[in-house]
């Protein structure tokens, strides 16, 4: 099969799926995504409001070097839901039916605490990694927004008829190496994709051997997956005219094909056995 037709057939399996299991992996999807959010807030709030002076300065960049560190141990209350999530999920592109409940099962079974912990570990050394890759230049893009946001509100303010953005507000060597940094952190996350799913699969290799084999599952595979995810670009564009009611079906839509995509890497038979539809019957988005 050509790429095209793997990453038709992909959505159209993934299609098939969420016909058929919508409302538990909605469910468990927006779960995840809430949880992450909420702490993701509370990690910055703690580290702005606790630790204002705990920044790191070099040249253009600033940092709070206190909010990886923080984001680190609240995030880890979460590892186990991410990996529940992750197994439930490819149980049912097996065309297994698991219980929803079983996503919280590896916050109480000792064996599988022992692989979250793991988790963490390796959790923890890519924070770190990633740090300088895409925390620092993101916050430093952020800066610069509001900076420009600001001055365009001083502007109305002071009743001026025209908008000026003011290019005193841009350094841009400074922002051309965070586009850079941001755009390697990017390619980094995308080669451990796969890790969680590989981790329930295996669990007792331990976090690190299951990031070895995703990093060398994932080599000649990135803009592949890429494509994937700018396949769903109608949707994307869909979300605003919608008032976001398009994600409903986008989240279960985009999450089943992203673990079918993880199964296609590893050779699995899934698209072979589940291949139900032609190529010529495929389409869509």
């Known amino acids: ?5 793997v990453r038709k057939r992909i959505k159209m399996l993934a299609k098939m799926i969420v016909a058929q299991t919508f409302f538990p992996v909605l469910f468990v999807i927006v779960l995840q995504m809430a949880s992450t959010m909420l702490f993701s807030l509370l990690a910055n709030e703690i580290s702005a409001r606790y630790f ?3 920044v790191w300065q070099l040249g253009n960049f600033s940092f709070n070097y206190m ?9 880890a209350l979460l590892l ?3 990996l529940g999530v ?6 049912l592109i097996r065309g297994k039916k698991p219980p929803v409940s079983g996503i919280f099962h590896w916050f109480s079974d000792g064996e599988k605490l ?5 988790y963490f570990l390796f959790t923890t050394v890519l924070t770190l990694v990633m740090t300088p890759l895409s925390d620092i230049p993101y916050q430093y893009i952020n800066r610069i927004y509001f900076e420009v946001i600001a001055d365009l509100q001083n502007q109305i303010e002071s009743g001026a008829t025209t908008f000026v953005v003011n290019p005193a507000l841009f350094n841009w060597p400074v922002l051309a190496l965070s586009g850079v940094l941001l755009f390697l952190g990017m390619l980094v996350s995308i080669r451990f994709v796969p890790i969680v799913y590989l981790l329930v699969d295996r669990p007792k290799e331990g976090a690190f051997a299951a990031a070895k084999r995703s990093w060398g599952l994932m080599k000649g595979h990135t803009w592949e997956y890429l494509i994937l995810l700018l396949s769903f670009s109608g949707w994307y564009i869909a979300l605003p005219f919608t008032f976001f ?8 839509y985009l999450h089943i094909s992203i673990v079918i ?3 296609y890497i590893q050779s699995d038979p899934i698209l072979q056995q589940n291949a139900k539809v032609t190529p010529e019957k495929e389409g869509g988005v």
């Open 67 to 75: 909010f990886p560190l923080i984001s680190i141990l609240i995030n």
């Open 261 to 263: 995509f993880v199964s």
């Open 114 to 118: 022992s692989v979250v912990f793991s």
């Open 1 to 5: 099969m050509t790429k095209e037709i």
């Open 52 to 54: 204002p002076k705990a």
């Open 86 to 91: 992750a197994e439930f999920l490819q149980l």
């Open 80 to 82: 186990p839901l991410h």
């Open 245 to 252: 009611l398009a994600g409903l079906y986008l989240l279960p």
